[in-house]
């Protein structure tokens, strides 16, 4: 009997360490004491880091209700939601806002958070966070879709739709599309040179060391001043055509005739 008793003691231990050290990690609950973490990984095992996000707030002008969402952490102060509810609340709606009769309902604690497979190819990644107001007997659930959007600067976002499914007089679950540049694909830095960079590096050191040395010869030699330049008068005669280049040009747009002291009219 006691055999049997340390046997069974032996399995539990087991069972208990296993558990443990297998299980499915999930945001904790603060009363824990453990820090909470908004890293999840989404497709092509891409990181996304939610605490890289700003509090931000949508007015649906349409329904006059405002919504406000701080997706990594709980409401504060003067803050809508702040405070009620077991938990901290990350998504919060006035609604009726413009009105005297204007209630706030939070819908989404990120102490219950998790995330769920995308429901759209579009969606970078998808989370829910549960512990909301009640609604008859059910917990108000949020989901947030997150999706690309490289026109917002870092750490912006904005909602670009809302969905609520109504459960008796009341919306039981909320769904939200929400754009940020924290959910596009990461830019790869530029690897190496291309073929116009290294055209570019062979011509300037090129045409740098063809003066540099020349200039060093016709030193030896006992020239000074302008004499250094190597072939000067090609050179000045070089910039002159371009100069009459640029002359004839002008005078073809403008209707100016355009005369040079060296070259004639071809009539």
């Known amino acids: ?13 087991l069972l208990a360490i296993i558990t443990v050290s297998h299980g499915i990690v999930v945001p904790s609950d603060s009363s824990s004491g453990e820090p909470i973490s908004c ?3 989404g497709i092509n095992n891409q990181t996304f880091d939610l605490k890289k996000l700003k509090p931000f707030t949508y007015n649906d002008t349409k329904n006059d209700n405002n919504y406000s969402f701080n997706l990594c952490s709980g ?3 003067n803050q809508p939601c702040a405070g009620v509810g ?8 006035i609604l009726k806002a413009s009105t005297k009769t204007a209630t706030q309902t939070y819908l989404g604690s990120y102490e219950r958070l998790s995330q769920i497979t995308p429901s759209s190819a579009d969606y970078n990644l998808t989370l829910t966070y549960g512990g909301g107001a009640k609604c008859g007997m059910l917990a108000e659930i949020s989901t947030v879709n997150f999706m690309c959007n490289n026109d917002l600067e870092e750490g912006e976002s904005q909602v670009l739709s809302i969905a609520g499914t109504m459960q008796g007089t009341c919306y039981s679950k909320f769904t ?4 940020s540049s924290l959910f596009c694909e990461p830019v790869e830095a530029k690897k190496g040179l291309s073929g ?13 060391a063809y003066f540099i040395l020349g200039a060093v010869i016709l030193a030896i030699k006992g020239h000074r001043g302008k004499d250094l330049i190597v072939n000067k008068h090609f050179w000045h005669s070089f910039f ?4 009459d280049g640029f002359g004839f040009i002008k005078s073809k747009i403008t209707g100016h005739h355009h005369s040079s002291g060296d070259y004639e009219q071809v009539k």
């Open 240 to 243: 002159s055509l371009v100069g």
């Open 176 to 179: 939200f599309v929400v754009q």
């Open 75 to 77: 409401f504060t102060g």
């Open 196 to 208: 116009g960079d290294v055209f570019l590096i062979i011509f300037f050191c090129g045409f740098g």
């Open 39 to 41: 890293v999840f990984t």
């Open 1 to 13: 009997m006691k055999n049997f008793i340390y046997t069974g003691i032996v399995i539990v231990l």
């Open 86 to 93: 077991t938990y901290e609340n990350s998504i919060c709606v």
